[in-house]
């Protein structure tokens, strides 16, 4: 499975950036999906989870109110909606999603988009 992330960049504080994770490979089932970012000097975090199975999603709370996760099945992709952006959420954002093979549980990883929220 490849784990490919778009949709960073540069924004404005109090810009919006919409950032996509699609998945792709042969033989899985994707069930799980998230969106960390880590800050240079910092500990990568988590921003936000989606189940897929039913919709359950979950919010740092830096994230909450600001940020949208949402997945489109049939196109095996999960957004990161982020609106009000701030300076603070500079980071690379980076995309996880768990899948089943052969009735197998594993995770994967892009490589990260770049987002940068200047003042």
């Known amino acids: 499975v490849q784990v490919v992330e778009s949709g960073g960049g540069l924004v404005q504080s109090g810009g919006s950036l919409r950032l996509s994770c699609t998945a792709s490979?042969?033989?899985?089932?994707?069930?799980?999906g998230a969106w960390y970012r880590q800050a240079p000097g910092e500990r990568r975090e988590m921003v936000a989870s989606l189940l897929y199975f039913n919709g359950l999603a979950d919010y740092a709370e830096s994230a909450k109110g600001r940020f949208t996760i949402s997945v489109d099945d049939a196109e095996n992709t999960v957004y990161l909606q982020m609106n009000n952006l701030k300076p603070e959420d500079t980071a690379v954002y980076y995309c996880?999603?768990?899948?089943?093979?052969?009735?197998?549980?594993?995770?994967?990883w892009g490589q990260g988009t770049q987002v940068t929220v200047s003042s």
């Open positions: 490979g042969s033989n899985f089932d994707t069930k799980f």
């Open positions: 996880k999603v768990m899948v089943s093979e052969d009735l197998v549980l594993r995770d994967y």
